[in-house]
């Protein structure tokens, strides 16, 4: 069985997301590889100075190009589609679906510069599945911080009458009914916010467990654009 691959795809001016990756996820799976991919050759060509026996780096784009043409347990991409128009999203998403291995994720995502306020998008082989917003709870004023963050097939789409501006709206009016909480701790203020999120119908995932991290996921379906 071949070893787990993931991919870093656009990993910037330096590859720190790459390598951090191989840190953490080596944690649950030793034998892992990770490959940081970036169209500039500038910035390939620097990274190869920090490449480890588990960390790579190739010059590519969305073709994800892997040694011996294998296919990817996971493909990263944070802050990358945001560059393109709205209009070029799916085709993007199709052509990286093509480049997952059976059961695999890609990640489409935004997030801010320290990583504090984040959303993404997960997509299987057959399209997308889940969005998920996850936020640093520590002095959060409002969860709806992340309408400044939206993936790019969303956020041109946080206006009245879709329904990721309905989803950003009730998830901060829960966050105002829960504020009592925050006395205890931002935490169980956010438990409270995301329970109430699924007890008012909304397609949640996970536990409690996920969700005192900050994080929010719900089916994509329930927040994708109207067409």
Known sequence: ?????????????????ALELADRLALVQPRLRVIGIEIDPERVASAQTSATERVSFVRGGFEIPLPENRTADVIRAFNVLRQYDESEVAEIWTRVQTRLSPGGIFLDGTCDEIGR??????????????????????????????AERLVKALIHRNVEG??????????DRQWMVAAPLQVYSPIQRWTATVRAMKDSGWSVQGTAAVWRLGEITVDWSAVSPRR
Do not use: C, N, Q
């Open 1 to 17: 069985m071949l070893d787990p691959l993931v991919v870093d795809l656009g990993y910037g001016a330096a590859p720190h997301t």
């Open 117 to 146: 306020v984040a959303t993404w998008v997960s997509l299987g082989k057959d399209g997308p599945e889940s969005f998920t917003v996850s936020l640093r709870l520590a002095e959060l004023d409002t969860p709806s911080i992340a």
């Open 162 to 171: 879709e329904e990721i501006h309905r989803f950003l709206r009730d998830l």
